[in-house]
RNA sequence: GGCCCGUUCGUCUAGGGGUUAGGACAUCAGGUUUUCAUCCUGGCAACAGGGGUUCGAUUCCCCUACGGGCUACCA
């Protein structure tokens, strides 16, 4: 019997999203948009320590942003909730005394100090990998080891004491991971897990076990640092008695630092100059803003288009996928295996190619939001006019304040370099002598201003690649821009006219 | 250290027992253009190494090397 598609994305909120949490968030989305089955939502807060506030609306607010956003959660709620694991509390008590019951978990009281001389003790004594396990766990203080009476005791004195899992001392592990095959671990390398903090509350293990089950998770999409607990998972699952409705397990290839050495890691943000939160992110500790991909100006679309190829790829030559067709083409075979190291000029790549697909319309809002910033009174047809020349020249939407002020306002200074190597006395004369013609056209469209140039120029024996950059420099400031009799044609001729008089004069007293 | 995972151009990847090992980004060169950018054309560039298996291995197996992850009362 087929189950309808459940996955969960359970991000716990200890800061802002890292961008390979997103991607993970995506191949969940993707999955379940493909099988129309459901995409959860599940705060991972069951550490209180790490707990920071606004991390969890951060996630709300990335999601939706990128437009995955959830079926079920905390926000939207759903059959299956709360979806914050702190939350659900009792839940996983009640689940750790079924497992005590069983003789699969246990109770022990060892203190920090304890639990450091343990391993300090093991260190010394060259155990190639000291834990509490099937051996030391016979050295220490919990109910395997403790009389019955001592244990109940010490219990409901209200002495502070953790469940451990009893990882069983030899047996091999075998599990199938979508995205590996299979994988062995011999159980005597693993160690008895807490369950059940001090505080109460479960670790990640057991909550994500138990509601997995409960929540009739189908596919468990997650990072390659959950492999080496898988083996703990699939027993807990076993020890439950719930395989029968085991989730599928996914191990998604990690996002590695452009120089190849480690993972991803928010510091790369710093270093590299670009960004790796998804959206700008405020400190509520140290105050501190940093901004996202979305506040560099990286498209939502592209955003996502970038980071499906990015460890998952659909077998042909397509790069540019839409949403809709990577729901499509997805799917959990053709995901690789290996770790992907984050390229930036790609990304930038993908965002160019969006840009281009957006409307004029679309694109104008940018420019007027710059405008009013900088209260300068606009036309938004000629805003348009604008976007539209400057589109294949932009990566991204700032750009177009970038390359476009210059269009709405005179520049501001006049780049010095260019005027020495291009701009000679006889241009100097020659753009004077050819104000008046400009001021006397009937027609300021840009093939006219053309065609009245050509002609004056034929006179003049003049190159036109001599003249433009000198025209450019008048209007313009610099030597590099978008074609310049559109620019003229938006610039309209009264200031147009007014540009080149005002150039003319100021590098005129710039030159002598 | 132990355990686990991985390894095709600089990067993301396709491919797969016999291929000129394909594409994209980046890069370089040429062309178009009034400049820069775009665009077009072309170039450079990869199967980590060693053993097997096989008529034949980049592809299958093993080992080594390298890379990565995990090794908490964090997720």
Excluded at 267 to 273: E, L, N, P
Excluded at 376 to 389: A, N, S, T
Excluded at 448 to 473: D, G
Aim: aromatic share 10%; glycine share 6%; proline share 6%.
């Amino acid at each position: 019997m087929e189950r309808t598609i459940r996955v969960r994305f359970a991000p716990s909120p200890t800061g802002p999203l890292h961008i390979g949490g997103v991607r993970t968030a995506l191949y969940n989305y993707l999955l379940a948009r493909k099988y129309q089955g459901q995409f959860v939502l599940r705060i991972e807060d069951t550490d209180q320590n790490r707990f920071v506030p606004g991390a969890e609306k951060y996630i709300l607010d990335t999601l939706q942003w990128l437009g995955i956003e959830p079926d079920e959660g905390p926000q939207q709620g759903g059959p299956f909730g709360p979806y914050r694991q702190s939350e659900r509390k009792d839940i996983y008590q009640e689940y750790a005394q079924r497992l005590v019951q069983k003789g699969k978990a246990y109770y022990a009281f060892d203190t920090p100090e304890e639990l450091d001389a343990m391993r300090e003790r093991l260190e010394a004594a060259k155990i190639a990998s000291p834990q509490y396990n099937a051996i030391s766990r016979e050295w220490m203080k919990n109910s395997l080891t403790l009389p019955q009476e001592e244990v109940s005791s010490r219990l409901h004195s209200g002495e502070p004491y953790v469940v451990r899992f009893k990882m069983p001392h030899k047996e091999t592990i075998r599990f199938y991971d979508q995205v590996r095959g299979w994988v062995k671990v011999e159980t005597a390398t693993l160690d008895d897990k807490v369950l059940i903090k001090s505080d109460g509350m479960a670790t990640y293990h057991l909550a994500n076990v138990v509601d997995d089950y409960l929540m009739q998770t189908t596919h468990v999409i997650r990072g390659e640092e959950w492999l080496p607990s898988a083996p703990l998972h699939i027993l807990l699952y076993q020890y439950f008695g719930w395989e029968q409705v085991m989730p599928q397990f996914v191990h998604l290839p990690i996002l590695l630092k452009p120089e190849g050495h480690g993972k991803l890691s928010k510091r790369d943000a710093d270093i590299h100059g670009f960004p790796i939160f998804p959206i700008g992110w405020h400190d509520p500790i140290t105050k501190n803003y940093t901004p996202g991909f979305r506040e560099k100006g990286y498209l939502p679309e592209a955003l996502i288009n970038f980071l499906a190829l990015l460890g998952w790829s659909p077998g042909n030559n397509q790069e540019l996928f839409s949403k809709e067709e990577l729901v499509d083409a997805f799917s959990i075979e053709r995901i690789g295996k290996s770790g992907v190291k984050f390229d930036i000029q790609k990304a930038n790549w993908f965002n160019q190619q969006y840009i281009r697909k957006k409307s004029d319309q679309a694109l104008a809002s940018y420019l007027v939001v710059e405008l009013e910033k900088n209260h300068i009174p606009y036309d938004i047809q000629q805003v348009q006019r604008v976007c539209h020349l400057l589109k294949e020249r932009a990566t991204f939407p700032q750009d177009f304040w970038i390359e476009g002020q210059v269009l709405f306002q005179p520049p501001a200074t006049y780049d010095i370099d260019a005027i020495q190597k291009k701009w000679t006395p006889r241009l100097h004369y020659a753009l004077e002598n050819f104000v008046p013609i400009l001021q006397n056209l009937t027609s300021f469209a840009a093939d006219k201003i053309k065609e009245a140039l050509i002609t004056f120029l034929n006179e003049q024996e003049i190159k036109l690649n001599e003249m433009m950059p000198v025209i450019r420099i008048a209007l313009m400031g610099k030597t590099a821009g978008p074609d310049l009799m559109q620019s003229m044609e938006i610039i309209g001729q009264t200031e147009a006219v007014n540009r080149i008089k005002a150039a003319l004069e100021t590098i005129e007293i710039s030159r002598s």
